[in-house]
C-alpha cells in the first residue's frame, strides 16, 4: 500500500467518524421540533449535544484540511464544482453554533423562538445536502480533461443523489433519537424511543434503498459486506430500542453509519471523483495526490495528532456522559 492509498483510508476514517458524531448531533437538531413538547425539553435535547457539539466538528475540519493536503486536485475539483451546496452548509454549521451560544443570552419568547427555529434548520438542511454531495461524489461528476468540474448546480440534484440526502436525514433522525433516550431521562426518554421506532423503518427503507442501488451500480464483495453489515446493525438497533437496551441501540445504529460510509469509500476507490464524461479522466488517488514527500511529512504529524485528538475527545464524552431530564435544568433568567 503506497502513501496516497493511506491517506486515502485516513480521510475515509475522518468523514466516518465525522458523520457518527454529526450524524447525531443533527438529529437532535431536529429532533428540537419532532420531539420536544416545550421550551424545557427543547432545553434537555440542545444540552445532550451542548459540551460535544464543536469538538464532532472538528472532524470535518480535519477531513476537509487532509483532503487539501493530501489531494490538492481532488479538493480543488470538489470545493469549486460543489461551492454553492458546500458554502449552503458553511453557512448553516455557523449559524447554527451561533443560534446555541445566543438562544439563552435574552428571555424573550421570540428572540428564543427565533434561535430555536435556526437550531432546527440549520440541522435538516446540512443533513440534507451531504447525503447529497458524498451521492454524487460515488455516482459521479462532469469532469473535464482538466480536471475541472463543467456541469451545474441542477446536475447534482439527480435521483441517485436526492436518494442519498432523504438516508442521510432519516438515518441521522434516528440516530438521533436513540441518542436521545440514552441521555434522557423520564417522559422525554420514552417519547424518544418512541419516536426511533418510527424513524427507524423509514430509515431501513432509505438505506436499503440507496446501498442496494449503490451496489448494483459500482459494488463488489467488500461493499456486499459492508451492505450487510449496515443492513443488520439498522435491523438490531430497532430491535434493541423496542427492548429499551438505549446503549445497545446506539451503538447498533453507529455501526450502521459506519458501515454506510465504509460503503461508499470503498466503491469510490481507486476514484476520489469519477468523471462522468469520460473514464480516463476520473480523478484517482494517483492522479490527484500531493508528492510523496508531502504525503510522508502528513503521515508523521497524522500519527501524533489523531490519537491525541480522539483522546480528548473520547475523555470529553466520558466526563459528560450521565442522563439528564428536566429536573437538572437551572432555572431561566
Not at 34 to 53: H, S
Not at 188 to 200: P, Y
Not at 216 to 228: P, Q, R
Not at 256 to 278: G, Y
Request: net charge positive.
Amino acid at each position: 500500500m503506497q502513501l496516497h492509498d493511506v491517506w486515502f483510508v485516513l480521510i475515509a476514517f475522518l468523514w466516518t467518524g465525522y458523520f457518527f458524531l454529526e450524524g447525531f448531533d443533527f438529529g437532535i437538531g431536529v429532533l428540537t421540533k419532532l420531539l420536544a413538547r416545550d421550551r424545557k425539553e427543547k432545553r434537555v435535547l440542545i444540552n445532550t449535544i451542548g459540551p460535544v457539539w464543536d469538538g464532532n466538528e472538528v472532524w470535518l475540519i480535519s477531513a476537509a484540511g487532509a483532503t487539501f493536503a493530501a489531494f490538492p486536485e481532488w479538493y480543488a475539483t470538489l470545493f469549486s464544482g460543489f461551492y454553492l451546496p458546500l458554502l449552503l452548509i458553511l453557512v448553516c454549521l455557523i449559524l447554527r453554533g451561533v443560534a446555541f451560544e445566543y438562544r439563552v443570552k435574552r428571555s424573550e419568547e421570540r428572540w428564543q423562538r427565533n434561535w430555536e427555529h435556526t437550531i432546527f434548520w440549520t440541522s435538516l438542511l446540512p443533513a440534507v445536502i451531504w447525503g447529497i454531495v458524498f451521492g454524487n461524489l460515488v455516482h459521479g461528476v462532469k469532469i473535464d480533461a482538466h480536471k475541472e468540474y463543467v456541469g451545474t448546480v441542477l446536475d447534482l440534484l439527480n435521483p441517485y443523489a436526492i436518494l442519498g440526502g432523504l438516508v442521510t436525514l432519516t438515518l441521522f433522525t434516528f440516530h438521533g433519537a436513540v441518542f436521545a433516550s440514552l441521555k434522557t431521562v423520564g417522559d422525554i426518554r420514552e417519547r424518544a424511543r418512541r419516536t426511533a421506532a418510527v424513524l427507524g423503518p423509514v430509515a431501513a427503507v432509505t438505506v436499503v434503498g440507496f446501498l442496494g442501488w449503490t451496489q448494483a451500480d459500482k459494488g463488489d464483495g467488500t461493499s456486499l459486506v459492508a451492505m450487510i453489515v449496515a443492513v443488520v446493525a439498522l435491523l438490531a438497533a430497532l430491535g434493541a430500542n423496542r427492548l429499551g437496551r438505549e446503549g445497545w441501540a446506539f451503538a447498533f445504529s453507529g455501526v450502521t453509519v459506519v458501515a454506510a460510509v465504509v460503503m461508499l469509500f470503498l466503491t469510490l476507490f481507486p476514484n476520489v471523483m469519477p468523471s462522468t464524461l469520460n473514464e480516463s479522466w476520473n480523478l484517482t488517488v494517483s492522479n490527484a495526490a500531493s508528492s510523496p514527500y508531502t504525503l510522508k511529512i502528513m503521515t508523521w504529524g497524522a500519527g501524533f495528532a489523531t490519537p491525541l485528538v480522539m483522546l480528548y475527545q473520547g475523555w470529553t464524552y466520558w466526563v459528560f456522559r450521565k442522563r439528564i431530564g428536566t429536573q437538572h435544568l437551572a432555572e431561566a433568567h
